[in-house]
Each structure stands twice: as structure tokens, then as C-alpha cells.
Nanobody, 125 residues
Framework: VQLQASGGGQVQAGGSLRLSCAASGGTFSDYSMGWFRQAPGKEREFVAAISRGGTKTGYGDSVKGRFTISRAYAKNTLYLQMSSLKPEDTAVYYC???????????????????WGQGTQVTVSS
């Protein structure tokens, strides 16, 4: 599967952005999916995940209550709605996918096989 992330940009603190990740070349409903981010000089960290059936979601502690992950099966697209953005949310955001036969939530980057190219999010104070 190929993943194409989009929707990044520059926003002021307190603002919102919605990231999208379009999937192609595979069966969208076969994949567990997630979002990760990487700031300069830091490791790639978990942001949010959603199970293949969309019934389970999980979030990193730093984004709980502010970010929402969702997926649209008819559009083969994963979303990340980000609200109440903070300067520390500044990073390159990556979407990821892995073929899954269960409804397990995948929150570790090593669990993912496919990665998008990343989209830059910059939050200014």
C-alpha cells in the first residue's frame, strides 16, 4: 500500500489543523493505521492509532483530549483532527499502516510496515 499524507501547515497556538492520509494499492479495511511525529533532534513518537475496523482508538499522552483519529473507508483515507495546538506539537507527522487480521490497536512504530512521506506541522506561539 502507498500512503500520501497532506494537510500540514503553519498555525498559531490554540488553532486547529486536519491531516489526511490517502491510501492506495491495497484493501483499506485490512490495515491497522496510525500517526507518528518527529521533531528535530528527537525520536519518532506515537501520536494516535486506529484499529482496522475503526472500533478502537488510542492516543499518546501528550495529545489526549486534543487530537482525534478517524478513518473513512469509502475514501480510503485516514484523518487526524488536531485542536488546541501547542508549539510543542511542531513536527513532521507521518501516517503508517500494517496488514492486520485482528482488531488490535498498534501503538509502537516497529509494528508498522508502510509509511507515508510526512507532512510538516508548525505551531507558533
Amino acid at each position: 500500500v502507498q500512503l500520501q499524507a497532506s494537510g500540514g501547515g503553519q498555525v498559531q497556538a490554540g488553532g486547529s489543523l486536519r491531516l489526511s492520509c490517502a491510501a492506495s494499492g491495497g484493501t483499506f479495511s485490512d490495515y491497522s493505521m496510525g500517526w507518528f511525529r518527529q521533531a528535530p533532534g528527537k525520536e519518532r513518537e506515537f501520536v494516535a492509532a486506529i484499529s482496522r475496523g475503526g472500533t478502537k482508538t488510542g492516543y499518546g499522552d501528550s495529545v489526549k483530549g486534543r487530537f482525534t483519529i478517524s478513518r473513512a473507508y469509502a475514501k480510503n483515507t485516514l484523518y487526524l483532527q488536531m485542536s488546541s495546538l501547542k508549539p510543542e506539537d511542531t513536527a513532521v507527522y507521518y501516517c503508517a499502516a500494517r496488514t492486520d487480521v485482528t482488531g488490535t490497536l498498534r501503538i509502537h512504530r516497529d509494528e508498522y510496515t508502510y509509511w507515508g512521506q510526512g507532512t510538516q506541522v508548525t505551531v507558533s506561539s
